[in-house]
């Protein structure tokens, strides 16, 4: 098995050398890693984390192996001066507020950035003398960002990732920090950076574009992968003797009311005081739910020696005992406050026996306690998540419901909604919520990171352009096999030309695509950025009896049934006014640009402008739309002389995956073929399957996920040709 080295601040366990114990780190991170399963992941775990003290490291190498740490742990001795510099003045002071927009809390100084720079630098020192050749050194976290840009200096070779479990803030905010060159730089030095959301991974690239001045032309594989929990332990969990204790002995205090619950690290950015206004507010407005609902709020003691944090707390328990001064009464305390953590069973006791749970993060990278809280539900009587979306779960948890928690008065309204959610509802609801994260847990996060971390690896040598022949060496495979075939249109199938409307298909293109489509075995699929109307001129009218995807995947159309499916039918587009009011200025200002509404996506296009113009207004544009949207369920993309918005959903990732999905039987082989950015998002979600043989094949020469290349569109039609030679023969 490979090995692969997790390297983070802390370690999985603490050791206590007074009392002489071991304890589990606390916080998301710990707890999320602590959950893989190496078999399952297929790489043997061995974890590098800080210690301050030669006690503590002896101790815990001494663990090796045993229950407590789970994983092989390697403690780096760091001396408690320089730690409590690069913990303090520059992780807590700096790097925490300003990735989580809390502007005012950032303090700027260069001792902490020196002694930053120190202990990223004795951590790589130890994977640089640790690490074998064959070893893939996976980094976590915002503490240690300069480890991959260290490692990667004396070790170019060494497979580098890294990931951020904290939100990448908006290029706006992020070009404030004295130190974004330094940092940045580092992180380009890996293989692969990941993300909890899409809309970090983009302020990341905006701020690469921005401070850098460009992106990168080398291979770093950049990707969005939302972290997930150990689902099985928490289902085990919930159903333990000592779990069903405590919910016996709580039942017995809480009898018929009902429970908000909220388990928040002590901090800022969990949003404490905006939940406890909005409880307040929720028990003014609805008078009729006093002595009925109670805030049950677990606050875990963290950071206690910083004096903000110090602050915060007194904050929070003004407001929490002024609420129960003002509404409780000798029956009922409305805010039952716990400052301190619980047990495993005590928090799954909790999840279960209460009816709505309260997440109102002003920012969250992820939020695990909304996954546990789902996973930990009685399937016959579920609750309701009541979630911000400014955590990143909210891309996850599909059928959360959704919170402004800046928006006290309508997080109120949100909250007796959640109380008065009806059961079928919530039935349903919790149950897709619970499947899905059946089939994702931490390992399986684990796995597709490492997997992509490994295979360009191996794929490196394997990346290959079209031979003279027309013929890839795997398409002598082909041969009664079952073929699916996504196919681009512009840029693949057709040529790029100056005037949009006027593509036209050849002749033979047309041909070749009808004797693809017509073999039994394979099936042709067209997947276009177009609008349905276009796409019907060329096929439908045509009588190419192909299935079409329009709009990135948004519509698709079946010959069979001769219709159209709106593939997102309760999309919001409300975001498209505002889009277009954008657009039409920059429209005004730029000669010959012009707007194409697609329904799902609104483009706009400045092929035939004065050149040098158009590309400056186009990156202005571009950065303009990423800070007007960065909240909203959709995507900014540059293209070949276009930018485009685009609804999340109406992505050819998506669209190629739901595709798959409702194949029976799978096809033994995917070919998927494109040349803008948009067929990336096709590539990528195809290169990670592994229940198909994927072949995905990039037109152009630039940067791509596909292994496989043509150099023009002028020669697809040659690879069409060869293509159909193979499956016929
Ligand atoms: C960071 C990011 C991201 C909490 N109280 C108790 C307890 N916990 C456990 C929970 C959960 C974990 O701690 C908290 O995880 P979160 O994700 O909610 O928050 P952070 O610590 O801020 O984590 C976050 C995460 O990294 C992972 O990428 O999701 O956004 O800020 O697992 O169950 N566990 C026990 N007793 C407690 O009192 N036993």
Redesign the pocket.
Known sequence: MSRCLLVSNRLPVAFDPKRNEFT?S???????IRGLDAAKVGFAFEWFGIVTDDIAAASIAELRGERQAQMLCHPVVVPKRTYDEYYNLYCNNVLWPLF?YERSMVRHNQDGWLAYCEVNRLMAETILTQAKDDDIVWVH?FQLLLVPGLVKEHRPELRVGF?L???FPSSEIFRELPQRKEILQSLLRCDQIGF?DLSYLNHFRSSVQRILGELPTEEVNWGVYP?S?DVDHFLRLARSEETRHFVKKYLENKKDMRWVLG???L?Y??GLLLKLSAFKAFLKKFPGERERVQLVQ?V?P?RIDVPEYKGLKAKIEQLASSINGEFGTPAWTPVQYLY?????A??SALYQLSEVLH?G?RR?????????YVVSQDENDPGVVLLSEF???HSTLSYAMSINPWNIHDTATRLREALHHPEVKRRGEMAAMKDFLRGYTSSDWARTILRELTIPHREAARVQSLPSDGRFPWMSQLRDQRVLFFCDLDGTLAPIIQHPKDVRLQARTVELIQSISKRGSCEFVIVSGRDKEFLEEQFVDNDLDVPLAACHGAYSYSPLEQKWKNLIPNDSTRWKEKVLEILTLYTRRTPESFIEDKGHAITWHYRNSPREFAEFLATKLFFELEETLANQPVQVNRGKKVIEVKSMHANKGYFVQNWLQAREPRPDVVVAIGDDTTDEDMFAALQARTDVRPYCIKVGKEKSHAPFFIKDQASVNLFLEKFLQSIDT
């Open positions: 589990p606390a916080g998301g991170l710990a707890s999320a989580h976290d990931f479990h904290i939100p909890h972290i929990i388990i928040d690290r901090d950015i969990k677990v875990i963290s301190h953590s619980v047990s495993e005590e928090l997440v993060s969250d990278g992820m939020n695990l306690v909304s996954l546990e955590a990143g779960a």
